[in-house]
């Protein structure tokens, strides 16, 4: 049996909101998984779906760039908040969004292109020495239109075009600047807000909607208990593709409304336009979303994507 301590308990019922006791138990019975444990919860009908950006255990700076009809968007990570207020952090994610805007989003081809008389990674190294605290580039995302714009958006900036929530919004189309700009960022904003998984349903991930399947299976046990799988299948689809309107950007409800589906609020836009509107793609980069560590491993984490030994 694993062994639940008091600091996954307390984690878990953050995440969650649950009872304490609900928490360890469900931790027990998950064998520590905090996953499987938040899932289990969610079956019982005593927490909702963890929004992805509750679980934020990174600092640095996420930045967006445009240049004519291509975008970039990059996060690099330091070790403490208080790094990303130093300017020569802010220059260097400044200069990594560029070249990410020139080379493409492959971190290998950032690290290796030129910045001056040094390379990217480097520079990087060199940083880390004078700053005095790892850091570590951890991905970026470049867009491009034919016709069109890229349009950039910055929650709670620190500076411009820097923040912790980065978002490009890609709408292809013949309309002008008039039109796409404030569409685009109006779209931007409800990104950040909405937390999209995808921007249709086609392009959200399977394994996640069979997970949710599973957990809306159980939930409703009691209702499905003795219905053929065909009636159990009706059950449990109503949900299902509930979840996949909410979490699919172009089905979302607008939250500058709260009712009207994203993708009519483009319709609209394209038809008092009279030009065709398209969202083709966007980027959402929230400072620290997916790392799951405790504060004493992220220096470790750091280390190892720069290459330069976490200190003492």
Not at 227 to 250: M, T, Y
Not at 255 to 261: I, S
């Amino acid at each position: 049996m694993a062994d639940i301590t008091a600091a996954a308990v307390k984690d878990l019922r953050e995440k969650s909101g649950a009872g304490m006791m609900d928490c360890k138990k469900a931790l027990t019975e998950a064998a520590g998984d905090m996953d499987a444990a938040m899932d289990w919860l969610r079956a019982k009908g005593l927490a909702a779906a963890a929004k992805k950006s509750s679980r934020t255990a990174a600092e640095g700076l996420v930045g967006v760039e445009v240049s004519g009809t291509k975008g970039a968007a990059v996060e690099v990570n330091s070790e403490t908040d208080f790094v990303a207020k130093n300017v020569q952090f802010q220059t260097f994610v400044r200069d990594v969004v560029s070249v990410a805007l020139e080379m493409g989003d492959d971190v290998d081809t950032i690290k290796a292109t030129s910045l001056g008389e040094k390379t990217v990674e480097e520079t990087l190294v060199t940083n880390i020495a004078t700053i005095g605290e790892n850091q570590a580039i951890r991905r970026a995302k470049r867009l491009e239109v034919s016709a069109g714009a890229i349009v950039p958006y910055i929650h709670n900036a620190q500076a411009p075009g820097l923040g912790k929530i980065g978002v490009l919004v890609a709408l292809e189309s013949e309309a002008g600047a008039a039109v796409l700009e404030p569409l685009g960022k109006q779209i931007a904003m409800h990104i950040a807000a909405a937390f999209p998984l995808a921007l249709n349903a086609e392009g959200i991930d399977p394994a996640v909607i069979e997970r949710e399947a599973a957990i809306f299976k159980e939930k409703n046990a009691d209702k499905i208990a003795g219905k053929s799988p065909e009636v159990a299948e009706k059950i449990i689809r109503g949900p299902v593709d509930k979840f996949i309107r909410e979490n699919a950007l172009l089905t979302q409800a607008f939250v500058m409304d709260g009712k009207t589906p994203v993708q009519d609020v483009i319709a609209a836009a394209a038809k008092a336009a009279g030009k065709p509107i398209t969202l083709t793609d966007y980027v959402r980069f929230q400072l620290g979303e997916g790392i799951e560590k405790e504060v004493s491993d992220f220096a470790a984490e750091v280390a190892a994507a720069s290459g330069v030994p976490a200190k003492a």
